[in-house]
């Protein structure tokens, strides 16, 4: 292997840059020559592709984002799409791919590998920590201080005016960011796809919390839950009783930037080498991960499937220690 590439797509999380970096610098270290794809598929397909090298990734290790960009491709989810991105790679003479994204990165990877028997390897880059083959994708970590630490501020104010404060968080269909940052700010209650609690339920909730003497409380919202967003649920709770100084945060975006922790950094390091080494030995059509700190090939069929079952520690966690 002389030649490959590396995108990023979908949405960015904190370490994609650190990532990319890791493939950068193992290609170069293993004498491969090593290019970067702009804007996701639809760079591919647009033939946006520059040389990299050591010095092009030098002092993005801390920065959030990805210096690549990233874009949504809806031409790449269609087959004719795709001829035109692997005619690109074989125009370049690019003999395999890393993709650094999440779920919807990995379902084009999987069909452009099956259908051109081409090799690529994924690293797992989203806030959302709902792929299977890995305990931790790159970025989560970081969401979660960020979500934690706007949570802490919006305490201190729902504790001054004895307010009822639901906060919005991210998460796409799943709730690893809501319940986590749900335990580690000691919400009344998460709502998400796994807690299954209805605005009746949240009532009898806060009404338990109000007889055990509490002044505020904050409810934590997962964006995938099927009640509804924050909006939808305080609606819906108001509705039923209207007794609650009710006030609402949609966190959005701030969740997937800044500079990533320690944790991302490092577990972007170590992803970024292994999807090299990976290539190396012959792996494609999976994405690499750690489980346990160890590394794991889990086929891109496998690995976008949703790990929430494994999220029933976390739900029994935040129902007892919220009362």
Known sequence: MNKIAVLTSGG???GMNAAIR???RTAVYNDIDVHGIYRGYQ???????????ERSVAKILGRGGTILKSARCDEFRSKEGRDKAHAVLEENGIEALVVIGGNGTFAGAMKLGEEFNYPVIGVPGTIDNDLAGTDYTIGYDTALNTVVEAVDKIRDTADSHNRLFFVEVMGRDSGFIALNTGIATGAVAVMSPETKLSAEDLISVLETGHQRKKSSSIVIVAEGNENGGAYEIASRVKEINDKYDIRIT?????????????MDRVLAAKLGVAAIESLQSGERGCMVGLINDKLVHTPFEKAVSNKTNSLKDEVKIARILSI
């Open 250 to 262: 949609v966190l959005g975006h701030i969740q997937r930037g800044g500079s990533p922790s320690c």
């Open 12 to 14: 960015d999380s904190p």
């Open 43 to 53: 760079g591919l397909i647009e033939g946006d592709i520059k040389k990299l090298d």
């Open 22 to 24: 890791a493939v950068v």
